[in-house]
Nanobody, 122 residues
Framework: QVQLVESGGGLVQPGGSLRLSCAAS????????MGWYRQGPGKQRELVAV???????NYADSVKGRFTISRDNAKNTVYLQMNSLKSEDTAVYYC????????????????WGQGTQVTVSS
């Protein structure tokens, strides 16, 4: 059983900051890419940021320069530091991780967290 548990969402004023965390737990061999997606009201889910092996990071254009993704491999945890938040950042944020369950059977599956609400409003 693999679980991704997110924390850190909430209500913040425009221009404020929040830090999201997502920890992977359970039985698995390795965690490959980890990332954050979001789904705003009436919108499709979109990629916000991803971090891959070798610290390769990619961001959506809308968050470049404001958001920073990082990870602690020892803790199988990914973080999203969100600064200069805007009302359009309001969404449910989902953590995702590509996980290899078994060392011999190299199948990699994507797992999702339950989502955490981020609301940017004055």
């Amino acid at each position: 059983q693999v679980q991704l548990v997110e924390s850190g969402g909430g209500l913040v004023q425009p221009g404020g900051s929040l830090r999201l965390s997502c920890a992977a737990s359970g039985s698995f061999f390795s965690v490959n890419a980890m990332g954050w997606y979001r789904q705003g009201p009436g919108k499709q889910r979109e990629l916000v940021a991803v971090i891959r092996s070798g610290d390769n990071r990619n961001y959506a254009d809308s968050v470049k320069g404001r958001f920073t993704i990082s990870r602690d491999n020892a803790k199988n945890t990914v973080y999203l530091q969100m600064n200069s938040l805007k009302s359009e950042d309001t969404a449910v944020y989902y953590c995702a991780a590509d996980i290899q369950r078994d060392e011999i059977i190299r199948t990699v599956l994507r797992y999702w967290g339950q989502g955490t609400q981020v609301t940017v409003s004055s």
